[in-house]
């Protein structure tokens, strides 16, 4: 059995939406089975508001969430890069397997909105989840009442 944590980097354009949700979630549900890191091919200065409003309603640590560069680095040290909107400006390196997620852009919409982003983001996380750690007992979706 191998004892390796897989690294999986969520990657959009401004890294305040997207790809901080995707990380926020995966480190609240691999319990440290994973290692969930963020960034943007051309990072804001903060994350977006209308995000972390949502996330923090659903009990969701934010607060140390700030915008990181997207670098050729961080992606050859990772098992998996999802991208969330950045293209073909994320670099690539051979040998790291890319997923590519289609899913709208957070920023400036309204709470139901970014909560049905949020919900999307949520099912696609635990699904990789269970698929980079067989036998991950995923603890409740946090949209779960």
């Avoid at 995707?22 to 051309?42: C, I, P, W």
Wanted: aromatic share 4%; with cysteine; hydrophobic share 40%.
């Amino acid at each position: 059995m191998t004892t390796d944590v897989p690294q999986v980097v969520f990657a959009c354009v401004r890294n305040g939406g997207r790809s901080v949700i995707s990380r926020v979630l995966a480190e609240h549900y691999a319990g440290g089975r994973v290692v969930a890191l963020s960034a943007g091919t051309q990072p804001g200065e903060h994350i977006h508001a209308e995000v972390a409003a949502v996330l923090e309603m659903l009990g969701l640590d934010t607060s140390r969430e700030t915008p990181e560069l997207l670098t050729r680095d961080t992606v050859a040290a990772s098992t998996m890069a999802i991208t969330l909107g950045c293209g073909e400006e994320c670099p690539y390196v051979p040998g790291v397997r890319y997923v590519d997620w289609p899913v709208a852009d957070p920023g400036g919409q309204d709470e139901a909105t970014v909560r049905t982003i949020v919900a999307d983001l949520d099912a696609r996380v635990r699904d990789l989840l269970v698929e980079l750690v067989p036998g991950l007992d995923l603890p409740p979706s946090v949209l779960e009442d």
